[in-house]
């Protein structure tokens, strides 16, 4: 089985600031990897999804960017933080299965 | 109105109960069916993955697939209070990059 590793655990930034979140893959290759927020009590918001490297869609336009410059790894990035982008932030990967598996999450507090 | 609808909670039951969890969808393109199960401030983790209609059995969990009425259901059996979480349902097309469709989610408590 796969598994999601992310960091940081937690973050505050100020309005702003640049962001960087990192997720890598362990235990399968090629997989579909995904970046979801959610809300506090609420449901999964799928942001953006990567069938392979380089290959980006997002789902939702707003203030954030990703990329995958390799196979296992996704990133989450912003040039500039808004207030409405705090929330907790999750990355999944999925490979040869239709079941997503996810990481531990980061919360992210923009003050 | 949304493709997938989770009865929304939150659900209180003792130790020992019989949970029912339950969700509907609008599109017949969904084929897999998944039950994920959040602690709080924890990425959600798997607990079960149906293909067909019927019903799939997993030591207490049991997750029940109807696609002619479009509903699903998680069953938990002796309840107790480490399943105490948020309950998410979640499907996917057949092609479509592997993207799953979620509930809301349902909280669950089960007191001792």
């Known amino acids: 089985s796969q598994t999601i590793h992310q960091w940081p655990a937690t973050l505050v930034q100020p309005v702003g600031s640049p962001l960087s979140l990192e997720c890598t893959v362990e235990?399968?290759?090629?997989?579909?990897l995904y970046w979801y927020r959610q809300a506090a009590g609420r449901g999964l918001q799928l942001l953006f999804y990567?069938?392979?490297?380089?290959?980006i869609s997002s789902e939702v336009p707003q203030n954030l960017s990703a990329s995958r410059p390799q196979d296992r790894q996704f990133i989450l990035s912003s040039k500039k933080l808004l207030l409405s982008d705090s929330g907790f932030y999750l990355c999944?990967?999925?490979?040869?299965?239709?079941?997503?598996?996810f990481g531990p999450g980061t919360r992210l507090t923009v003050l | 109105q949304k493709e997938v609808e989770q009865d929304p909670g939150p659900l209180s039951v003792p130790e020992g109960a019989i949970v029912s969890l339950n969700c509907t969808y609008s599109?017949?393109?969904?084929?897999?069916f998944m039950w994920y199960r959040q602690y709080s401030r924890k990425g959600p983790e798997l607990l079960m993955y149906?293909?067909?209609?019927g019903n799939k059995e997993d030591g207490r969990f049991t997750a029940q697939v109807d696609k002619s009425s479009k509903y699903i259901s998680l069953f938990i059996r002796d309840s107790q209070p480490s399943d105490s979480a948020t309950y998410l349902c979640?499907?996917?097309?057949?092609?479509?990059?592997?993207?799953?469709?979620f509930g809301d989610g349902t909280t669950l408590t089960v007191k001792p």
């Open positions: 999944a990967g999925s490979g040869g299965t239709d079941t997503q598996y």
């Open positions: 599109n017949s393109a969904f084929q897999y």
């Open positions: 235990g399968t290759s090629n997989p579909n």
């Open positions: 979640a499907m996917t097309r057949n092609t479509n990059a592997g993207k799953s469709t």
């Open positions: 149906t293909y067909s209609s």
């Open positions: 990567s069938v392979g490297i380089g290959q």
